[in-house]
């Protein structure tokens, strides 16, 4: 929880305070703690409607679970040695319940079209994040950061995400106004002096699409083939 009286107002130690928050979001989100260790003391038993009272609990696999899904161990009449392995039901109903909600999931779901939008929304996204960045355009460029950062957090890439972090936090207030204007702005070069023809400056990304790219070569590499990847990424 924030504390908002102690929230420093000067801008260094307000910078090094966002650092120190990161830090714990980014502990969290990448080292959750064990699921005992998530159980909020305001969770009742599904049958005694009593709190926790530093009994251990039982979940329901059915997440529509009309009792609550939470149960103690001793209102079940089960000991430490009885919780079973893997999935388990408060009753039978449940069992059914999130069998049927599994199979009309699966029964719904179009995985080639699911699949298909993915990599199309995918592929798009990358084409206006290249036009951004060859346009330079600061404001496009920082929106795709916002987007990145879950991807980020997905793929397990916490060095990325702490450095979206820094850069989205140090634009919202974490710096003064005229450098967070400069950092928004100059995250370009153009070495061609032509109109859509910016590059990043931000070589670690810049060499890792390069290397991308080239990968699709499988090997055959030639001057012609080095030749239009380089063109492809802006070398």
């Not at 909600?101 to 298909?116: A, L, M, V």
Request: with cysteine; hydrophobic share 35%; charged share 25%.
């Amino acid at each position: 929880m924030i504390d908002k009286d102690n929230i420093p107002k000067d801008i260094e130690n307000l910078w090094c305070y966002f650092q120190s928050i990161v830090k714990k979001v980014v502990t969290l989100g990448f080292h959750p703690p064990e699921l005992h260790d998530c159980i909020a003391d305001s969770i009742y038993c599904g049958l005694c409607q009593l709190e926790s009272d530093n009994e251990e609990f039982i979940c329901c696999d059915n997440h529509s679970c009309p009792k609550g899904r939470w149960f103690h161990l001793t209102c079940l009449g089960l000991s430490d040695n009885d919780v079973p392995v893997g999935e388990w039901f408060c009753s039978g109903q449940c069992e059914v319940m999130s069998t049927e909600s599994t199979k009309d999931y699966k029964s719904n779901q179009d995985h080639i079209f699911e699949y298909s939008k993915a990599l199309l929304w995918r592929g798009l996204g990358e084409m206006a994040c290249h036009d951004a960045i060859r346009e330079g355009d600061g404001d496009r460029i920082v929106s795709h950061w916002r987007h990145d950062m879950i991807e980020f957090f997905y793929q397990h890439h916490p060095k990325y995400f702490v450095c979206g972090y820094n850069l989205l936090s140090a634009l919202n207030g974490g710096m003064s106004s005229h450098l967070a204007h400069q950092l928004r702005w100059n995250r370009t070069v153009n070495t061609a002096g032509k109109v859509g023809h910016n590059l990043e400056m931000d070589m670690e990304f810049f060499n890792r699409e390069y290397k991308e790219a080239v990968k699709t070569a499988c090997g055959n590499l030639t001057d012609d083939t080095i030749a239009k990847h380089s063109q492809t990424v802006g070398i």
